[in-house]
């Protein structure tokens, strides 16, 4: 994992004791997409278990997404789409490969771009130095 890891599972968003905000959605008008390599991730993530793993298993598309969240505006904006599915039965409304017990990303080594990619402003001024 990345040098900034400590960060994301301690300080997210810079609140001590805080983690994985990023990969959820808790109260927010917040969706963890959109998702361009679908198919890639679904690939890899199909490996990394061992068995096929679809679409539905994984992404919330918009015809769905929209009716889960009606009053969220991201959720109602169909080039957000595909997001990632969340945990709705957790209060924090995380990604479902994100393990909220040991503060990590279960998928981390094949996550998708979109989630590679995401700094928030706290990690951009925080993040070590390599």
Partial sequence: MSSHCNIC?????GIENNDGSCCSIEDRDFIIGPHNDTEKFITNLS??????????????????GSKLFPTRMNWQLAGNYPALRVN?????KHCIFY??????????????KTCE????????ENKPKT
């Fill in 9 to 13: 599972s301690e300080k997210c968003f």
């Fill in 47 to 64: 490996i990394k278990l061992g068995r096929e793993v679809k679409h539905s298993e994984v992404f919330i598309d918009y015809e769905e």
């Fill in 117 to 124: 990619d995401y700094e928030c402003w706290y990690l951009i």
């Fill in 88 to 92: 709705l039965h957790h209060p924090k």
């Fill in 99 to 112: 393990n909220p017990t040991l503060k990590y990303c279960t998928v981390y080594d094949i996550r998708p």
